[in-house]
């Protein structure tokens, strides 16, 4: 699933797009919202939350997308033989036209059409947005030490902390040398704090790069510490790096981790050999 930086980088180019301009075309392929008629309404903007998308027209509408996981943006110029291709899909779920550009959803995990008034009842449940500008650390800090599961999953919690995935997770919780499993309540105010701190920082840098990346090399498969890297050695201490699950059952998601570096085999975690995923290790690591 997209994180936030991905997220945000998609409603950033849906803003260059589609602000400012009036839709000629606003095609919502959802049941409910299907007829619904936005032609000659003017886009305001286009803005990110956590990993929602909220694009707001000036008749006081919102067009609410949520990518899930294989959810995708694309754009192109208004005319263009593939922005007509991708129109005729049957994989687009969105089609939002105007004279210059064309962007079409495909394959959205939600779509809604809502009264921008009414945002907080599709977004209200969420955490403070780890790239928001104004983003209240001390709100999700208190949030994260109310969590009653592991310190993993309570980052992975929307609702604790927006915009964080597996990625951001992993390689936040590598960073500050902390074991995905400990309980959230067992660090200290000032360990969450910190914490916060490196995701946002991580995230916050990764705004402007196409592929994530912590190491700061963009080659494939070296732009991170231990996610994606399961039966590799880890950049700092040689150990294999591992993948365990984590969080409730039904809602189990697969973090990376150092057994050395970060606390030992996770409770999760079978023990068994874990097949590299190729490419070789970098020298780099966090100071």
């Known amino acids: 699933m997209p994180e936030g930086d991905a997220v945000a980088r998609t409603c950033a180019r849906l803003h260059q797009a589609l602000a400012g301009r009036s839709l000629t075309v606003a095609d919502l392929r959802w049941p409910g919202i299907s007829t619904a008629d936005l032609t000659g309404q003017v886009v305001t903007e286009v ?3 956590g990993k929602h998308i909220l694009i707001r ?8 997308a949520h990518l899930k996981m294989e959810g995708r943006w694309r754009v192109w110029a208004t005319g263009a033989p593939e922005a007509l291709r991708a129109a005729r899909s049957p994989a687009a779920r969105a089609v939002l036209t105007n004279s210059e550009w064309t962007a079409v959803g495909f394959s959205l995990g939600m779509l809604d059409l809502v009264r921008t008034r009414d945002e907080p009842g599709l977004i209200g449940h969420l955490g403070p947005d780890v790239l928001d500008p104004g983003f209240d650390a001390a709100r999700a800090v208190a949030n994260l030490a109310s969590h009653p599961g592991t310190i993993g999953s309570a980052l992975l919690d929307q609702t604790r902390l927006a915009g964080l995935g597996t990625i951001w997770t992993s390689e936040s919780l590598f960073a500050q040398r902390l074991s995905p499993w400990t309980p959230a309540a067992q660090l200290s105010t000032a360990a969450l704090a910190a914490l916060v701190e490196r995701a946002r920082r991580l995230i916050t840098a990764s705004l402007s790069q196409p592929i994530p990346t912590t190491t700061g090399d963009r080659r494939r498969g070296e732009g991170t510490y231990v996610h994606g ?8 201490c040689g150990t294999a790096v591992r993948l365990a699950p984590i969080g409730p059952e039904t809602r189990e998601r697969a973090l990376s981790y150092c057994p050395t570096c970060q606390g030992g085999i996770a409770p999760t975690d079978d023990g068994r050999p874990q097949a590299p995923l190729g490419s070789s290790p970098s020298p780099r690591g966090f100071r």
């Open 47 to 49: 803005r990110p939350y």
């Open 57 to 64: 027209v000036d008749n006081g509408w919102t067009v609410h």
């Open 229 to 236: 890297r399961s039966g590799r050695p880890c950049r700092r």
